[in-house]
């Protein structure tokens, strides 16, 4: 007597865990199966990647103050029985990797070095972390993104001060400048006038409104 006389059609982006009496069968890939007459159970589990939005975290520095940080995981199920009989929330193992490992990365750094550090370096300790924790849970981990580093208010206003007064020097600095400037254009032309009489005659005219009348007064001496 045969034990299969229906079937199970698995899609292209499932897998299908079986489960025969309670006990773990096989895992069915895409296509269509026989399915055994016996009391037979299945967990059905989407292999396509998927992207877990994890929520900012304040993560506390080497000086006290606290930086928010949020991170999003790229991940999809690799092993489905390990997936399905590991644990009951699969990522949550995964999530906490990956806040303890970024916890350690940053208690090593002062906050104003924090920004810099995430950006270059911890990344890849993320991920390394992330995959750890991941291959006992069935998942493969694809990547670990640092989306937002949000510093303290105090540093941020700090940061502001800053750059405003540094604006704020250039932008003097800079009408400084312009006032040498046109202050050595100045003298330029005054000992330019000093040196030719007739030059500052000839300015005095150009100055004049139109329809000005000009009376020379002619100096004959004693």
Do not use: C
């Not at 489905?80 to 303890?100: G, H, K, M, N, W």
């Not at 540093?155 to 003097?172: F, I, Y």
Request: charged fraction near 25%; avoid cysteine; proline fraction near 6%.
């Amino acid at each position: 007597m045969s034990w299969f006389h229906r079937t199970i059609t698995v899609p292209a982006d499932a897998r299908a865990v079986e489960y025969v009496d309670g006990a773990f069968a096989r895992v069915l890939g895409p296509g269509r199966h026989a399915r055994p007459l016996r009391r037979v159970t299945y967990r059905w589990v989407t292999v396509r990647e998927q992207l877990m939005p994890m929520p900012p975290q304040e993560v506390p520095t080497s000086d006290g103050l606290s930086v928010r940080v949020s991170t999003s995981l790229r991940w999809a199920v690799a092993e489905p029985r390990a997936f399905v009989e590991v644990a009951v929330d699969p990522t949550a193992s995964v999530y906490l990797a990956v806040q303890v490992s970024l916890r350690d990365a940053l208690a090593e750094v002062p906050v104003a070095e924090a920004l810099r550090h995430v950006r270059e370096s911890v990344g890849p300790r993320l991920v390394g972390a992330a995959r750890a924790a991941a291959a006992s849970v069935g998942i493969e981990v694809r990547d670990v993104v640092v989306k937002d580093v949000l510093m303290p208010v105090e540093v941020r206003t700090a940061q502001a001060d800053l750059v405003t007064a540094r604006t704020r020097g250039q932008a003097e600095l800079e009408r400084a400048r312009a006032e040498t400037a046109a202050l050595r254009s100045l003298a330029n032309a005054a000992r330019m006038l000093d040196d030719h009489p007739a030059l500052a005659q000839l300015r005095l005219v150009q100055a004049l409104p139109a329809g000005a009348r000009v009376r020379l007064v002619v100096d004959r001496g004693d």
